[in-house]
């Protein structure tokens, strides 16, 4: 089966996502018309994963340009007009700095273009390009890093004296083709195991409170037919205490410049607990989620979602009715009228440097010198 997709595109300017919020259950794709419903979508999850929503945000940038730029007669104009709207995007989500490094990026080829004197036509073209960039790479990117970091970690397992086969690897939330433009991170590295026959089992974490593991990585694996246990995210220490687990890699939306990374809640916990079994903890993102202007992981602004969120579970209403699929529902755990000032629900946390083993991008594996609790990010990026 092919693999899933979170945004489908026709020609120049149609723009469809698949809503996140009803997976598994349900396959609806969402139009994306305006620069209000992509940041809207974002804001909401109904696209999620660090890459995705840069992409999304980055796509419906070039399709709202391409529907005004005849209007656009100056350099000026074209300022005026994408300034605003770049900061728009950027604000639907904080931590992924993916959604950051992509406006930044368009910013400077409008800088760049009006520099250059090219005409208000010339600037929108460049802009437009630049924004399918952005997207189209995402995908080539990511089969790098699951190279880098599958080959990697079975060395370094046969150098530990194992066969660098049946390599049993855990992740966390939803890294796949559902988190970014296809193949995905993390998630990439495992079916890169897969289809070079190394990997044993994938184990996933469902991932409270939204659930991205046991609503969207159990379906990726389930589609591309990876052999996987899913697990409760308080059942990590047991799994590590009683199975044989090779390594856990997971995505990142912010890496600071000495290696600290956040990623989806609970990452930090299994990388405590990935330390404590002497497990290696490999991070798997594209170059653009180092963030080099953020010296460690106490800089990273770290998103709270609504406490309501943490209250609420959604999927279909089971049994199934005889006829299909069951109801879509979203259900409430907590008493009713629960204060919501008593609910503590950040989105990310951070893993410090030192429990990282090693950062995979598209351009290799770094990893820390001996001694060192940080890493030296600047071969990397
Ligand atoms: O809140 P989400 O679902 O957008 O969080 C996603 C994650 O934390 C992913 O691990 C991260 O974005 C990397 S996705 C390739």
Same mark, same amino acid.
């Given at each position: 089966?092919p693999?899933?997709?979170?945004? @489908?595109?026709?020609? *120049?300017?149609?723009? /469809?996502?698949? &809503?996140?919020l ?10 994306? +018309? ?5 940041h ?8 999620r ?13 070039a ?19 994408? %300034?605003p ?6 604000t639907a989500?904080?931590?992924? #700095? ?8 368009? %910013? ?18 460049d ?7 952005? +997207? ?9 890093m ?9 060395? #370094? ?11 049993n ?5 939803? %890294?796949?083709? $559902? ?9 990439g $590295? ?29 379906l990726?694996?389930?589609? $591309? ?22 390594? #856990? ?5 912010r890496i600071?410049? +000495?290696g600290d ?7 930090y &916990?299994?990388? !405590? ?10 991070? !798997? ?6 963030? =080099? ?9 770290i /998103?709270? @979602?609504?406490? =309501?969120?943490?209250?609420l ?9 005889a ?7 979203? !259900?409430?755990?907590?008493?009713? +009228? =629960? ?8 989105s990310?946390?951070?893993t410090?440097?030192?429990l990282?083993?090693?950062? !995979? ?6 990893? @820390? @010198? /001996?001694?060192? %609790? #940080?890493? *030296? ?5």
């Open positions: 089966m693999a899933l997709t979170s945004i @489908r595109t026709t020609g *120049d300017s149609k723009i /469809e996502i698949v &809503n996140q009803l997976l598994p259950h349900t396959t609806e794709f969402l139009e994306i +018309n305006t620069i209000d419903e992509a809207d979508a974002i804001k909401t999850m109904k696209i994963g660090a890459p995705a929503i840069a992409s999304l945000a980055a796509l419906a940038f399709a709202d340009l391409s529907r005004v730029s005849t209007t656009l007669a100056s350099p000026e104009d074209v300022r005026s007009y994408v %300034t709207i770049l900061a728009h995007l950027y989500r904080p931590t992924a #700095v993916n959604l950051g490094a992509a406006t930044r990026r368009l %910013t400077a080829i409008l800088d760049a273009s009006i520099a250059a004197g090219k005409s208000a036509k010339e600037i929108c073209n802009l437009i390009s630049e924004a399918h960039k952005i +997207n189209d790479e995402d995908l080539s990117r990511n089969k790098s699951a190279k880098w970091g599958g080959d990697w970690l079975a060395d #370094v397992v046969k150098q530990n004296g194992g066969s660098g086969i049946e390599l690897v855990l992740t966390v939330c939803n %890294t796949g083709s $559902l988190a970014t433009s296809g193949y995905g991170t993390a998630l $590295l495992i079916t890169y195991l897969h289809e070079t026959g190394k990997l044993g089992k994938a184990y996933y974490t469902q991932t409270a409170p939204y659930h991205q593991g046991s609503r969207l990585t159990a990726e694996l389930q589609t $591309l037919q990876i052999p996987s246990v899913m697990i409760c995210d308080t059942m990590v220490g047991s799994l590590f205490q009683h199975h044989n687990i090779h390594a #856990v890699a997971v995505g990142a939306d600071a410049k +000495n990374t956040a990623n989806k809640i609970g990452t &916990n299994a990388a !405590v607990l990935a330390a404590r079994h002497k497990i290696p903890f490999i991070v !798997v993102a594209p170059i653009s989620t180092v963030d =080099l202007s953020i010296a460690d992981g106490s800089g990273i602004p /998103e709270h @979602r609504p406490p =309501l969120e943490a209250c579970v959604r999927g279909a209403v089971y049994p199934p009715p006829d299909g699929a069951g109801k879509q529902a979203v !259900v409430m755990l907590t008493p009713p +009228n =629960l204060s919501l000032e008593g609910i503590y629900n950040p990310f946390d951070v410090p440097a030192e990282i083993t090693a950062i !995979v991008t598209e351009k290799g594996v770094a990893t @820390r @010198r /001996e001694g060192e %609790t #940080v890493f *030296d990010l600047s071969g990397v990026v």
